[in-house]
């Protein structure tokens, strides 16, 4: 079973940043990062894989979240800038349960999760 740990969050003010970190335990391709507030659904933020054009964004992120990775490390990385106060989440990484080349945001194709971390934003 494939554990994934985050790190990295914490609390900061508008316009700031802060860099996730999601380490493996074992191989991945497609890893995702994802977040959550209470009471509205899990939604994407960014995913990498191992291929040419090899990352997607949520149309929020985009510009601002730079999503990458160290295979060496098993680590994958969410760098995230001029963050805003409704950036402010549980982040969590997931990993897809095939190890395929792609990306989505379709939760039901993350089998592995790890346990989340906080990130919050004020203004």
């Known amino acids: 079973q494939l554990q994934l740990v985050e790190s990295g969050g914490g609390s900061v003010q508008a316009g700031g940043s802060l860099r996730l970190s999601c380490a493996a335990d074992g191989y991945t391709k497609s890893v995702a990062w994802f977040r959550q507030v209470p009471g509205k659904e899990r939604e994407g933020v960014a995913c990498i894989y191992n291929g040419v054009r090899s990352a997607i964004y949520d149309d929020d992120a985009k510009g601002r979240f730079t999503i990458s990775r160290d295979n060496a490390k098993r680590t994958v990385y969410l760098e995230m800038n001029n963050l805003k106060p409704d950036d402010t989440a549980m982040y969590y990484c997931?990993?897809?349960?095939?190890?395929?080349?792609?990306?989505?945001?379709?939760?039901?194709?993350?089998?592995?999760w790890g346990q989340g971390t906080q990130v919050t934003v004020s203004s």
């Open positions: 997931a990993a897809k349960t095939r190890l395929v080349d792609s990306c989505s945001f379709t939760i039901d194709e993350f089998g592995f």
